[in-house]
């Protein structure tokens, strides 16, 4: 399927180098007085500078994400991942790797947890995921995202540019050709971005303020929830509180305003629901007959019926079948919903969403099981048949121990002997190389294929792993490091790990630029230019 991305959302691509060229010089030809303004200069520049503004981001990123949805739609194999990203360093070096070891940044997005920015990026210090950070933080982390992005295609060109200029000074036209064909058919880091903007932080307006920055610092992409904004929960905690359809819907059209208000049209709602694992509501949804769907989300309450001798002093009534009924209303003055209907509830919001705007859906489940999660797709899809999610390969999973269960349960359903197992403690090392515990590593492994082709799932995203990765690392170097290893710690399992897999901040000082600044002293002092790069850089022992 062809994706036709609609009016202005669409970006143009950069011209070929030639072309670039061409034009620069005919500029420059017009401006006597820009003495040493070098044509090919300007333009290598401006090839650098691609994206010129956040928005210029979000336009092309939102048409990216638009016609990988359309490939899915056909073929379920072609799904999408991201890792969640906690810094522009980060998110960069991602990308980087993902063009050193496959080639091309294809179907890879990334991914921006409002968990994370709660525990790493606000002002307060750590905050659990309840909303309390900043608001703020969340477009100044997108806007970090591609300017470290934006850096890494700069980078990378600078190096192609560097490589022509010896190409030409050695006369290798083969060589000169082939590196202006890799500049015109550059792949840019820039990928698009799942944005949590958590439960919108407010009422729809603070939604739509708050969805207008995110979307001018580069989102194509906004992922928002239908829990109380101002009792916001993790969604792998207890205690979450969802709100009506009809006020969650009105935070989709706010962040939809937003998208068009900007000349985003290709922009990518995506909506949560937390009705799974929410047992609670902060209000009654308003009903004006029944069946409608302030009536569906009210027949999920927990009601008992009112008589004259059960009637209680600030009994809240809803009538329910031509019977009068209490719903159960706890000290918190939440309102509680029956056992059991969360399934329910969940396909209900699933639909609502999609008949109301929404692109995409994340349904937030408490254990990583295919079939839990397609049983509950088959029914969005009978009334919507391109449904697709967005799903959370939670690091709150135990994968390991979720998927030994699953071997262990199917093993003991088939008749098979599991006496050897001790279902209790599964999670231990012992368990490893056995049947079952590599029976269990090969689903972990095919999950994403597997649950992409079954049960609609689009994208895959980890919400937390570089925080995690982080903490994994920097633990391994202390031990190291700081114990009788000293200083070799730090060399062997970093340094020289590295150089041997052809890391790229290897060489940390070109990471950071200082490359791209020695080219641009040369642009604009020529000669007379102070280049750090010189014989006596230490980074020269990188190679």
């Given at each position: 399927m062809n994706y036709q991305p609609r009016g202005i959302s669409t970006f143009q691509a950069p011209a070929s180098y030639q072309s670039e060229v061409e034009a620069a010089r005919s500029l420059l030809e017009t401006q006597p007085t820009w003495n040493g303004v070098s044509a090919e200069a300007v333009a290598r520049m401006r090839l650098q500078n691609r994206f010129k503004t956040g928005l210029?981001?979000?336009?092309?990123?939102?048409?990216?994400?638009?016609?990988?949805?359309?490939?899915?739609?056909?073929?379920?194999?072609?799904?999408?991942?991201?890792?969640?990203?906690?810094?522009?360093?980060?998110?960069?070096?991602?990308?980087?790797?993902?063009?050193?070891?496959?080639?091309?940044?294809?179907?890879?997005?990334?991914?921006?947890?409002g968990w994370m920015i709660a525990a790493l990026r606000s002002e307060f210090g750590p905050l659990p995921d309840q909303s309390m950070h900043e608001k703020t933080s969340v477009p100044a982390l997108i806007e970090e995202l591609y300017t470290?992005?934006?850096?890494?295609?700069?980078?990378?060109?600078?190096?192609?540019?560097?490589?022509?200029?010896?190409?030409?000074?050695?006369?290798?036209?083969?060589?000169?050709?082939?590196?202006i064909e890799k500049i015109d058919n550059f792949q840019t880091h820039v990928v698009p971005v799942i944005a949590d903007i958590d439960a919108g932080f407010g009422n729809a307006e603070a939604t739509y303020l708050l969805a207008k920055k995110m979307i001018e610092a580069g989102a194509?992409?906004?992922?928002?929830?239908?829990?109380?904004?101002?009792?916001?929960?993790?969604?792998?905690q207890d205690g979450k509180v969802t709100v009506p359809h009809e006020v969650f819907l009105a935070k989709i059209r706010a962040c939809r305003h937003a998208f068009l208000e900007l000349g985003v049209e290709d922009g990518i709602v995506v909506t949560r629901t937390d009705s799974l694992g929410a047992g609670l509501t902060q209000q009654i949804a308003v009903s004006h007959k029944p069946g409608d769907l302030g009536d569906q989300y009210n027949s999920f309450l927990d009601c008992e019926e009112v008589t004259a001798e059960n009637a209680r002093n600030g009994d809240v009534i809803i009538n329910r079948n031509g019977k009068m009924m209490r719903p159960k209303r706890l000290p918190s003055n939440l309102y509680q919903f029956r056992p059991g209907t969360g399934e329910d509830r969940c396909v209900l919001d699933c639909i609502t969403s999609l008949q109301n705007g929404a692109d995409l859906?994340?349904?937030?489940?408490?254990?990583?099981?295919?079939?839990q999660i397609a049983k509950m797709v088959d029914r969005i899809r009978k009334v919507v048949p391109n449904a697709k999610l967005a799903y959370n390969n939670s690091p709150s999973f135990n994968w390991t121990l979720n998927f030994r269960w699953q071997v262990y349960d199917a093993m003991k359903e088939a008749g098979k002997d599991v006496s050897k197992y001790n279902r209790a403690e599964l999670m231990k090392p012992e368990y490893d190389d056995t049947p079952l515990g590599k029976e269990a590593d090969e689903r972990i492994r095919t999950f994403q294929a597997d649950s992409a082709k079954r049960a609609?799932?689009?994208?895959?995203?980890?919400?937390?792993?570089?925080?995690?990765?982080?903490?994994?690392?920097?633990?391994?170097?202390?031990?190291?490091?700081?114990?009788?290893?000293?200083?070799?710690?730090?060399?062997?399992?970093?340094?020289?790990?590295?150089?041997?897999?052809?890391?790229?901040?290897a060489k940390h000082q070109n990471m950071a630029g200082s490359d791209i600044g020695d080219d641009h002293k040369e642009y604009f002092a020529g000669e007379a230019a102070l280049k750090a790069g010189g014989a006596h850089n230490t980074m020269n022992q990188f190679g």
């Open positions: 210029d981001v979000a336009r092309y990123t939102a048409a990216l994400m638009r016609a990988d949805m359309a490939a899915y739609d056909g073929d379920p194999t072609k799904y999408t991942q991201s890792l969640g990203c906690w810094h522009g360093f980060i998110a960069q070096q991602k990308l980087i790797s993902v063009k050193k070891h496959f080639g091309k940044t294809d179907r890879t997005y990334l991914y921006l947890s470290f992005l934006r850096q890494a295609d700069s980078r990378e060109l600078n190096d192609i540019f560097r490589n022509l200029d010896k190409a030409r000074k050695e006369g290798d036209k083969t060589r000169e050709k082939e590196l194509c992409a906004l992922q928002i929830e239908n829990q109380v904004s101002d009792e916001k929960q993790c969604g792998h859906l994340w349904i937030e489940t408490e254990k990583p099981h295919i079939e609609g799932i689009f994208h895959h995203l980890i919400t937390l792993p570089t925080y995690h990765t982080a903490a994994l690392s920097t633990d391994n170097l202390a031990k190291e490091y700081f114990g009788d290893q000293g200083m070799l710690g730090y060399v062997k399992n970093v340094q020289r790990a590295e150089i041997r897999q052809g890391i790229a901040c």
